[in-house]
């Protein structure tokens, strides 16, 4: 079964920083273009970063500045560096494919940012 497994959130005050993780288990997705997505309650869900196989990213324009998205090919693993958070980052953080499509939703890791 395809599976991705976030991991890294926690509870962090104002101004903290966070690594997430997004690791592929049961198969390689070093060919996909891999985003993070975040909901947060009572919202939708929504592509927060993305980084295409070649490298290229794209950010959410309220995340622009503070977050980066990478990856590691030989760890098969994508992760998001969070910077500066803010209260309104507060969301459960999941990743997927960057249409969406690559696995079902899992249960994302969960990131507060309050002091």
């Known amino acids: 079964q395809l599976q991705l497994v976030e991991s890294g959130g926690g509870l962090v005050q104002p101004g903290g920083s966070l690594r997430l993780s997004c690791a592929a288990s049961g198969f390689t997705f070093n060919y996909y273009a891999i985003g993070w997505f975040r909901q947060a309650p009572g919202k939708e869900r929504e592509l927060v970063a993305a980084?295409?196989?070649?490298?290229?990213?794209n950010y959410v324009d309220s995340v622009k500045g503070r977050f980066t998205i990478s990856r590691v090919f030989t760890k098969n693993t994508v992760y998001l560096q969070m910077n500066s958070l803010k209260p309104e980052d507060t969301a459960v953080y999941y990743c997927n494919s960057e249409d969406a499509s690559l696995v079902s939703w899992g249960p994302g890791t969960q990131v507060t940012v309050s002091s």
């Open positions: 980084i295409t196989r070649s490298g290229s990213t």
